[in-house]
């Protein structure tokens, strides 16, 4: 046990003699661990180990020796950011739930977490490639998946079926309430009472929250309870159906009790991950895959620096075996790499597709390698074209395509925003508040007067707008131009056995790239997941710069 206690302090730099600061410093590092394995699967995991190790490191601040705080060039624009965002709370137009929702605006100080919890260069790389472990799991699983097949696809419904009577109920609020309490959807309205009728090729593939591989598993679930909700998936999206057990039919058989025709193994969605939520994946998976290509791009390096590199290894003896390591590293970053791409294809999610060939592109500019950037528009080319047919082949849409609903929503939403931003003074400064649309939707005739979806307005920017004020956007792009200054300055290490961290860096960047890109057409940073995963990786960028950094950085 103690052996393992002393490598779990030589990879978190823990070296205080207090031992209860010590053993508070070990439990902080560990919940970072399971934070960093927990960050693309799962917000809930994600977040209670984030608040668990906040709590330990808190009490660590007040015990002799104290440690220093680490001070970055963010600190300003970000806690700048986040007292703009309680102002705009306070005055509000429903400040209860403005202020509640400075919950997820708190997110950022999981970039405090990281940074002050990771002390040598060991622990940053450490838990990078644990992230990429990690996300790998749920990459590997779309091929495998898609393979196997999911779900119900039912073949033809009766006049008579319950699927014919189904009721519509909001696709996000299912996935709210199957994330924490299911029970709670018991009291949810259907939308409008409007009638869901499920069709041929429609597939079911959850029932309250339960995977369903087979028929009789869908027969049973709706038995069991009054009301069921299946998910089903009818290209492009996701929806959600709520069901009645009274409306089973008579009959010897799932067929008959359900009154479908057949059905088969569905091998047609969308793949959303452990998440369950499309774009929520998409978007963390192009955040990791730019990761994981820096670190393939740094590791393949220049000719003249692989060559200066073979001359020391041959001098020093160890010429085949650290080839041999760093052959390996390539081949494992290269195969994490192209199940990541397959994983991100399989979601279909333009907005990340487009925002992962953006940041591929910034990443070997930031190398400042031509054959690198030459290279990757042979690879990206191919990439794009398969994208494009398997766009077609699973939402029936094309990459710019005016049938697309979602296109046609965020016009909606777009005008709407714009609008109710520009409206009025108040507005424009201090906006209308975090979440008050879903109170005063109908007086402000938002979402086409009530006949779209409530959501949200399906861009950062905009977003920010609408709910903040123009001074916090300002003091949002002003903390990323900060972010990206310092990677950019920092991408080039002089140390000696740096190619790790250059790509740890430079993946970074391209995933702020990316990031930034889809920020435009998604609301990205009020996503739960995508944010805590990109502050994450900004702690573990930043700390890097601190690592390498000659200067103090505490205060």
């Known amino acids: 046990m103690q052996n393992l206690l002393n490598r779990l302090d030589n990879l978190g730099g823990i070296e205080t003699e207090n031992s209860f600061a010590k053993w508070l410093e070990r439990i902080a590092f560990i919940f970072l661990i399971l934070m960093v394995l927990s960050a693309p699967h799962s917000i809930a995991a994600t977040q209670i180990t984030w608040l668990s190790g906040m709590f330990a490191w808190t009490i660590r601040l007040f015990i002799k020796p104290r440690p220093k705080l680490v001070r970055t060039p963010l600190d300003f624009a970000l806690w700048a950011f986040f007292g703009w965002s309680v102002i705009s709370a306070i005055f ?24 002050n919890n990771l002390r040598n260069i060991l622990a940053v790389k450490f838990l990078a490639f644990a992230l990429i472990f990690s996300c790998l799991a749920s990459a590997a699983w779309s091929p495998i998946e898609r393979a196997i097949g999911r779900g119900v696809q039912i073949s033809g419904v009766s006049a008579e079926s319950l699927f014919e009577k189904g009721l519509h109920l909001d696709h996000d609020t299912y996935l709210r309430a199957k994330g924490e309490n299911l ?58 159906v709520k069901v009645r057990r009274a409306d089973l039919l008579d009959g010897a058989n799932s067929l008959e009790k359900l009154g479908i025709v057949g059905w088969t193994r569905s091998r047609n969605w969308r793949y959303a991950g452990f998440y369950g939520h499309i774009i929520t994946y998409a978007e963390v998976l192009q955040l990791i895959a730019s990761l994981v290509l820096g670190l393939f791009i740094a590791g ?4 003249e620096e692989k060559e200066k590199k073979k001359k020391e290894d041959l001098r020093n003896g160890r010429a085949h075996f650290a080839s041999s390591c760093r052959a390996s590293a390539s081949l494992f970053l290269l195969f994490c790499l192209i199940t990541m791409i397959f994983a991100l294809l399989m979601t279909f999610t333009r907005s990340a597709q487009i925002a992962f060939v953006i940041s591929a592109f910034s990443i070997a500019l930031a190398n400042g390698s031509r054959k690198m950037l030459l290279g990757l528009a042979a690879v990206i080319l191919p990439i794009l074209l398969i994208g494009f047919f398997f766009m077609q082949q699973s939402r029936n849409v094309g990459f710019v395509d005016k049938k697309d609903d979602s296109m046609s929503y965020r016009q909606t939403v777009y005008r709407e925003g714009f609008e109710l931003w520009t409206s009025s003074p108040r507005n424009f400064f201090l906006g209308v508040g975090m979440d008050s649309v879903k109170c005063y939707k109908e007086e402000w005739h938002l979402f086409d007067n009530g006949r779209l979806e409530t959501s949200h307005f399906h861009s950062t920017p905009l977003q920010l707008l609408v709910e903040r004020g123009l001074p916090a956007l300002l003091l ?12 950019l300055k920092n991408s080039k290490f002089k140390t000696q056995n740096s190619k790790s961290e250059e790509g740890i860096i430079i993946g970074c960047f391209g995933g702020l790239v990316g990031f930034f890109v889809s920020s435009f057409i998604n609301y990205s940073l009020g996503d739960g997941e995508v944010a805590m995963v990109f502050f994450l990786l900004m702690g573990l960028s930043v700390s890097l710069v601190i690592q390498n950094s000659k200067s103090d950085w505490t205060i």
């Not at 739930?97 to 950022?108: E, H, T, Y």
């Not at 393949?300 to 000719?303: E, I, L, S």
């Open 92 to 115: 509000s137009y429903a400040p209860g739930i403005s202020i509640d929702k400075l919950r997820n605006v708190a997110l950022f100080l999981i970039f405090y977490f990281v940074i």
């Open 183 to 240: 029970s709670s959807l018991d009291k949810a309205p259907a939308m409008e009472n409007k009638t869901v009728r499920l069709i041929k090729d429609d597939a079911i593939v959850e029932a309250n929250g339960r995977r369903i591989n087979t028929l009789d598993e869908l027969t049973a679930e709706i038995e069991k309870n009054e009301i069921t909700y299946l998910e089903c998936f009818r290209p492009p999206d996701y929806f959600t």
């Open 300 to 303: 393949v390096g220049r000719k």
């Open 476 to 487: 949002w792009l002003w903390a990323l131009w900060i972010y990206a200054r310092i990677l």
